[in-house]
């Protein structure tokens, strides 16, 4: 069956950076397009940052120039690396594996708190 499993979250200072990873099983992780989603108490879920199968990125505008979505297809393994940290970035981070409209599939999710 298909996993998704974050890691990498945790509490950090404004102004701090993390590195989430997401590692995938059980799927042709190269053929899905790979997201990070977010959600803060009491909000909706969020997009936060895509990377489609070709590798094209996109961004919320809350993310763009602070952070940077990548993955390695060799390791099955999606990243979100997360500088200059605020706040309001303070959510449950979830990765997210899409193909076509058909399958989709979620991570548990993780804490990240940015907090002095």
């Known amino acids: 069956q298909v996993q998704l499993v974050e890691s990498g979250g945790g509490l950090v200072q404004p102004g701090g950076s993390l590195r989430l990873s997401c590692k995938a099983s059980g799927m042709i992780f190269r053929l899905y397009a790979m997201g990070w989603y977010r959600q803060a108490p009491g909000k909706q879920r969020e997009s936060v940052a895509v990377?489609?199968?070709?590798?094209?990125?996109n961004y919320a505008d809350s993310a763009k120039g602070r952070f940077t979505i990548s993955r390695d297809n060799t390791k099955n393994t999606l990243y979100l690396q997360m500088n200059s940290l605020k706040p309001e970035d303070t959510a449950v981070y979830y990765c997210?594996?899409?193909?076509?409209?058909?399958?989709?599939?979620w991570g548990q999710g993780l804490q990240v708190t940015v907090s002095s």
């Open positions: 990377i489609t199968s070709d590798g094209s990125t």
């Open positions: 997210n594996a899409r193909l076509d409209s058909k399958y989709e599939y």
